[in-house]
Structures are given as C-alpha cells and as structure tokens.
C-alpha cells in the first residue's frame, strides 16, 4: 500500500493552468502501419506465437486486472472455424467501434502499433501542459460520484452503483483498468495510492529510458516487488536458526540484474542507475532510492527529512547497500560489464548510502510521500536537478491520472497495441556462492 494525498485541483488551482495555456501542446494519435479500421485489442499481446504464452488476467482491490503470462498447451492440430461475422468479446472492444464486419479486420489481421511509448511525450513534468485535456479528465473523474465521496475509506467506492466501471478496459502495459476508482485514488488529495500505480508509472519511465535515443543518462526502474524481495532474503539471511532457504527470491533478484523479469526491462550491465521504489512499513513512508552502480553508491531521495525517521529510512536502505554488491557479482553483472571478476573483494563490499539534501519537503501531516517519490524519479529522468522548493502534490496527481487515462484512451480509439515489451524466455541460471562471496550481515 502506497501513501500519497494533497490538497485539490479543482476550481482554486483553474486560474494557474489558464495563466499557461499558451504553452499547450496537442497530444496527437500516431499509429503505425494504419490501413483500415481494426476493432480494439485491450489485452496487450493476449497471445505470442513465438513464445507460446498468454495473459492470466488477474482482479485487483480497485477493480483492475494484473497481467501473468501463462503457457500456452498446443493442440497437434486445429480445426479450421466456419465462415461467420465474428463480434469481439466484451474485454477487448473499444466502445467507438460498432463495425464487426469484414472492413473490421479478421483473425489473421494484426491490430497496428501504437507509436507513442509512454504517456509523458508532449507534457513534461517542467511545463506545456494541455489545459483542455485535463478539464476532459476532471469531468470524466468526476462523473458519477457519490455525493459523499470524501468520505469513503480508501478502499472503497466512491461512485454510485454501477458507475465505477467501464466497458472498454484501458491497457497501461502491466495492468489492465475497467473501475475509476483506481484513477480516482490517484487524483484526489487524500488518497493512498497502491502499489499498482506505482509500478505503471515506474514501467512507463522504464520504457522511456529503454526508448530514448541520445541520453547520456542510463537509468532503468524495478518495481515495487523488488525491494521486498530484498527485505525477504535480509530477514532469512539474520534468522541462522531458519533452516527455510532463499533460493526462490535470490533467483528472482537474478532476473531483475539480468533483465529478464520486467516488460521493457534492461540488464543492469547497459545501465548507470537503478530507480527503486522503498516502502518503508514501520513509517508508512515511500522513498526513492538510486543504485548508482558506477560508483558503488546508493542516493536516498526522501520527502520528510527529520533524524528519528532518517535512522529508520536508513535501516531499509541498507539492506540494499548490502545484498546488491553480492547479488551483481553472483549475477554475472561485472563479468558482462567487462570488469575482472578476480576483483571479488573489492566488488563485495557494501555500497555507501546517501541522503541527497535540499529536496523538496511534503507538507507535514499530508501523505504525499509517493507522489514525491514519483516525481523526484521522473525529474531525474529528464537529467534535470530536482526542483529546492516545495513541490505541487495535487498538481502532480492530476498531471498523472490525467495522462495515463488519455494514453490508454487513444489507444483504445485507435485499436492499437503496444509494443511486445514481455521479458524474454532463458533458463535459471544455478548459482553457487563461493567462499569470498560471502557477506556479514549487520
């Protein structure tokens, strides 16, 4: 469970957005290889003839769907389907598309790529934001709500019966959305995120990082996952009496070095920095943390600075600065990078950690740690300084709600998919530690 909230948008932030109106720039919908139109797939790459998998579609506490892969059993053969007008099923058609005919495409046609590979092209976290497509979202959003929405837990709806769902789910590359209440917990003050908005937002700075051509900033994201993975080997590594292994989680840090446990991933060795989100439990607080791997530091980005909490911030960050060093060098990650590997003590030892001062502080009693979070790690992507002052919470949850659901609204209008970002297939790689690989833990 993530923690975020703020004061609203709404109508006393209205003349701040008009005062840059100048600035907007329209969000076009670029689609490749367009030639009729196609009835909406929602479910990205539902099936993958070369690796045989499929989607298990999973339900989530705000109504979304998260996405497994799951094999696929090939018949020997199969059967040729009679001629007939196919309508598409209720999860992958678009509510503007009411032609099911020939013109529609069929089984043998492939829906076009969407071009656009993340939500944050045309309106940067610096400026030249789209007014009228932020008030289209705040209708949309608003539309249904109780009368005592406010009042509502954070797990609750917050719509009147029937209204919270919607037809066409919107696809964000590792969720699937059909319920406002997801995007309502994201854009009003005061509520918590989860852990899913986290990682959709992590994935699309991912994508990002894996598309953008020119930067000299190397960076790739983990999700939420990955941190407690880490806390989970710490705590069998502290218990000696536990005769409960670790090997599951060891391997499944492997695949998040090696690049094989995300869409859009990339192994570690082709990066400079590793943005981790930290869900620190005892605080009920999120951090960013940095893996610089170059220079064998961890940065500590963190909203509420103040010496009790940096204590407990830190024990969680260590747990990083101590595993990763062994896990990198047990993970093949120094021998890709080139690095003689007879360098073991020196590549074993902790990492230091570091709390950057002068970022932008959450106003106290606000639980406004993940969007801070979140955008400390989108400044960062741009390789720009993080802004010294207060940064606009409520401003950043509406920039955010707004253009993830019009990013998976164009794609949905326009029948399109995403690229095939699906990790690739490899085998488990058995690692055994060897003697100068072992650490003590503190």
Known sequence: VTTDSQFELDDQFMPSLTSIKSSITPQPTIIAGQTAQLPTIIAEHLTNTADQTTIDVQFGTSGERIMHDQPIINNEQTPLPTRRNRRPGPYNISPYLTNFGSSAGSSSSQPPIFELKHPFIFDLISGNYDIPLWDAFRSWV????LTKHDKKNHDQDHYKKHLAHFPAAINLGVLLINNKNWFYNLYFDGQLLNNTHIDVIFYYLRKKAKYEIGSSYKYTTVDCVFSSKISSIWEKYLDLDNDVGCADEEHVIGEYIRGYRMHAAIPWHMVDHVFVPVHVKNKFHWVLAV??????????????????????????????????????RVNDYYKNKGIDVSQAQEENEFFDIVFIDNVPQQTHGTLDCGIYMLAFAEYLSYEQGIPTGNLDASFLRSRYAT????????????????????????????????????????
């Open 403 to 442: 253009l993830l659901w019009n990013y998976g609204q164009q794609k949905n209008d326009a029948g399109a998919i995403s690229d095939n970002e699906a990790p690739p297939r490899h085998s488990r790689l058995n690692v055994a530690l060897q003697d100068n690989d072992t650490i003590q833990i503190h």
């Open 142 to 145: 608003r539309d249904g709500l």
């Open 291 to 328: 893996i610089s791997l170059n220079d064998k530091r961890i940065n500590v980005y963190d909203s509420y600075r103040a010496a009790g909490h940096d204590a407990a911030i830190k024990t969680e960050i260590v747990k990083l600065s101590q595993l990763i060093p062994l896990k990198l």
